[in-house]
Nanobody
Framework: QVQLVESGGGLVQPGGSLRLSCAAS????????MGWYRQAPGKQRDLVAT???????NYADSVKGRFTISRDNAKNTVYLQMNSLKPEDTAVYYC????????????????WGQGTQVTVSS
């Protein structure tokens, strides 16, 4: 069974910083792309940032220059460093991973974490 578990969300004032973490566990053989998405109330889930196993990154225009995605392949963990936070960054942040796992054979799958709330408010 594969699981993605996020941590690090919370309440922060505008201009502040937070660091999100997402650890993948289970019978994982390899992880290709990992990423962060967010969903504000009443809105669709949008891409924030992605990172490949080779550490190539992609960011939404709204977070470029403020957010940094990184990963530790040895720990199957992806991070999102969020600086200069704005009220419009308020959302539930979800981790996502494309991975290959073992379950009486090798399989590929796309998995989501349970989400972590980020609230930017004074």
């Amino acid at each position: 069974q594969v699981q993605l578990v996020e941590s690090g969300g919370g309440l922060v004032q505008p201009g502040g910083s937070l660091r999100l973490s997402c650890a993948a566990s289970g019978s994982i053989f390899s992880i290709n792309a990992m990423g962060w998405y967010r969903q504000a109330p009443g809105k669709q889930r949008d891409l924030v940032a992605t990172i490949t196993s080779g550490h190539s990154t992609n960011y939404a225009d709204s977070v470029k220059g403020r957010f940094t995605i990184s990963r530790d392949n040895a720990k199957n963990t992806v991070y999102l460093q969020m600086n200069s936070l704005k009220p419009e960054d308020t959302a539930v942040y979800y981790c996502n991973a494309d991975l290959r796992y073992w379950s009486k054979g090798y399989y590929t799958g796309n998995y989501w974490g349970q989400g972590t709330q980020v609230t930017v408010s004074s």
